[in-house]
């Protein structure tokens, strides 16, 4: 059965710092989807970075980036050049196949940026 | 484009009575999720359309909650009766759920439950 592990509950960063939030997965599928999503205190879930995994490449977008390693079944997220605005929940979900199907969720880390 | 609407944001209601939520995705997305989030906890799938019909409701409370999607456009959540352990997040999801779906999920702003 999939399963996603995010062993952080809470991290601290200080502003202008990078930061690494980690994030394990298991499943049998060959083929999958991996996703990061930031959950402000608002409560809106906001779409970050993806990564397939047949994608030879760690996805990159603007300051997100991940760290795929699919031996080890994990996909880090790392966020540089820390801001304030980053300070929010931070979901690692993931999908099976290639289809539209439901993502299941890691159970969060909670990033706190310090001035 | 106008992104995934919920409605209402907040809803406080006593055990046992009902509520019901409204959902109208992206336009043009056929594929439809709810979600159900507890607090401290990530979402998790409660059932999943495709147009008009459900892809996916196992871990739907069937005997308490359901959902439909009549035009393969809004869909509306109902729980009935509510318990105290409802008391979550619900977010609605949107994707265009293509074949090769690499796509996110755009997810609307919840409504926030409290069952009392």
């Known amino acids: 059965a999939q399963k996603i592990t995010q062993t952080q509950p809470g991290m601290f960063v200080q502003e202008k710092e990078a930061v690494t939030l980690d994030c394990t997965y298991d499943t049998s599928d060959q083929s999958y989807g991996l996703f990061w999503y930031k959950q402000p205190s608002s409560g809106e879930m906001i779409f970050l970075i993806y990564?397939?995994?047949?994608?030879?490449q760690n996805a990159t977008e603007g300051r997100y980036s991940l760290n795929f390693q699919k031996a080890r079944k994990s996909a880090n997220l790392v966020i540089s050049a820390s801001q304030l605005g980053d300070s929010a929940m931070y979901f690692c979900a993931m999908r099976e196949g290639s289809g539209g199907g439901k993502l299941i969720f890691g159970q969060g880390t909670e990033l706190s940026v310090k001035p | 484009e106008a992104g995934v609407a919920q409605s209402p944001r907040y809803k406080i209601i006593e055990k046992r009575q009902s509520v019901a939520f409204w959902c109208n995705p992206i336009?043009?997305?056929?594929?439809l999720y709810w979600y159900q989030q507890i607090l401290g906890q990530g979402p998790k799938l409660l059932i999943q359309?495709?147009?008009?019909?459900?892809?996916?409701d196992s871990q739907l409370p069937k005997d308490r909650f359901s959902a439909e999607r009549l035009k393969g456009v809004d869909s509306t959540l109902k729980i009935q009766p509510a318990k105290l352990e409802d008391s979550a997040v619900y977010l609605c999801a949107s994707s265009s759920g293509g074949p090769r779906d690499s796509y996110e999920q755009y997810f609307g702003p919840g409504t926030r439950l409290t069952v009392t």
């Open positions: 990564q397939g995994s047949y994608d030879e």
């Open positions: 359309f495709q147009n008009n019909g459900v892809v996916d």
């Open positions: 336009s043009g997305h056929a594929t």
